[in-house]
Structure formats: C-alpha cells, structure tokens
C-alpha cells in the first residue's frame, strides 16, 4: 500500500520514532521499554524505503489472569498519518497474537487515539487515568 511495508525488527530501529512521538521533550532513553529485550517480544517497523514511518511493540503479557500480548509503543510519524500506516500495523500485530496462539490483546492507549483504536473493534475496558510522562490514557482490549 502505498510503498509502505511491515517489517519484524530490532528495537533499536524503533527507539527514535518513539522518542520522537512518544516521548517529545524526554530524554532519549524515556524510549526503550521494560519487555524490549524479551526473546517473546517483536517489534515492527513501518517501512517507506529505509525510513521508519511507524512503530509497534507485541509483547507476550497477561490481560487479568488471561494469557494476552500487549500492545506498547504504537507510533506513525505525524506526516505519514491517515495514510494507513497504523491500520497496516495493526493487522500485523494480529498476525503476530494469532502466531503466539493468543486471541486477546490489550494496550494502554492515548485519549487522543482512542476513537482510532474502537474504529478496529477495540473496546474500553477503564477509566480515564493518567501516564505522567505520556498524558490521559484508557485501557483498551481486543479480541480476535
């Protein structure tokens, strides 16, 4: 789709879009997450050429007692969005579940994103709360 692809990555390859959407204004390191050198975790990247447009993060993490990936560190470069990219992403983080045989996902999720996750089927399952580094988020799950 529009020359963008979904590549499986190091996270090395992802800290900079987070930092940069993510984590604007924090030190660099604000962007590695705990989970990231996991050998269970995968990292995507969204490709144009060699630039990274977008990010996601599945790591294998229980959802109330039940076995779950998480969804971290979703990011599309601000001049790439509504292009598809985080749909693309999304897809491939269902591939992903479905190959570590998991039908749950769950992620914390931006109030600003919110309205782009339910568009996906992803539904709210908590109260506003807040991430201090990261702004007013709401628990969102998904089955599959």
């Known amino acids: 789709m529009n020359g963008i692809r979904i590549e ?3 996270a090395e ?21 705990s989970g990231d050198d996991d050998t269970q975790t995968v990292h995507l990247a ?4 060699a630039s ?3 990010c996601a993060t599945v ?11 998480q969804l971290r560190g979703m990011a599309v470069d601000p001049a790439e969005q509504r292009r598809g990219v985080g749909r693309l992403l999304l897809a491939e983080v269902e591939v992903i579940a479905a ?4 039908g ?11 309205a782009f996750y339910q568009k996906y089927g992803w539904v709210i399952v908590s109260k506003e ?16």
């Open 8 to 10: 499986r990555v190091r």
């Open 13 to 33: 390859e992802i800290i900079n879009l987070r930092h940069v959407v993510l984590r604007a204004g924090l030190p660099r390191e604000s962007a590695k997450f």
């Open 46 to 49: 969204a490709k144009i050429q």
């Open 52 to 54: 990274v447009i977008g």
């Open 59 to 69: 790591l294998v993490n229980e959802w109330n007692g039940e076995r779950a990936c």
């Open 99 to 102: 190959e570590k045989k998991v």
């Open 104 to 114: 749950l996902l769950w992620a914390n999720v931006r109030k600003v994103a919110v």
């Open 129 to 144: 709360f807040e991430i201090p580094t990261a702004g007013p988020h709401f628990k969102m799950i998904h089955r599959f």
